[in-house]
Every structure is written in C-alpha cells, then in structure tokens.
C-alpha cells in the first residue's frame, strides 16, 4: 500500500479517484466527492496522540467549496461545516 505523509493527503487522492471514477456526471460526482468527505468530518480520525483530524477535514470541506457545481451538493457540505465547526 502506499505510503502518504498525512491523512489530509491521502484523503484527497481518494477524493480525487472518486471523481475520476465518476467522471461523465459531474452533478454526481460533486455529491460523491461531498459523501465521501462527510463520514470523516462526522467521525475523524486521530493522530494517535487523540487529537482528531476534524480540523483537517473541514479545512478541507472548506477549500473545495469553490470547485463544486451542484447547488445542493454545496448547501450539503456548507450545513456540515457549520455544525461541526
């Protein structure tokens, strides 16, 4: 398996790959790319030390609003981020 130097990397090549995977619909793969990423702002990970990489995700969530184009893939995310911020 490869290696990655943070989870925020590998979680962006997986994003990535779910949008190359879906990439003749990209209403779908605005919604795809936003339920991938919501199970991780909901329950993230730790670095081992207890601290969640919640922070991270929504940082994330956050950056990728602007590349979106389905209107309700955006409010989605955005009502994510509100509630865990």
């Not at 790959?17 to 990209?26: H, K, Y």
């Not at 991780?40 to 991270?56: E, F, M, V």
């Not at 969530?61 to 989605?76: D, K, T, V, Y």
Request: glycine share 4%.
């Amino acid at each position: 398996m490869e290696k990655f130097r943070s989870i925020k990397e590998m979680a962006v090549q997986v994003l990535e790959e779910m949008n190359r995977l879906s990439a003749g619909s990209r209403v779908a793969s605005d919604m795809e790319i936003v339920l991938g990423l919501i199970p991780h702002i909901q329950n993230p990970c730790s670095d081992g030390k207890g601290h969640t990489l919640r922070r991270d995700y929504l940082n994330m969530a956050r950056e990728m609003i602007p590349e979106l184009e389905n209107p309700i893939a955006i409010e989605i995310l955005k009502d994510y981020i509100e509630k865990y911020s």
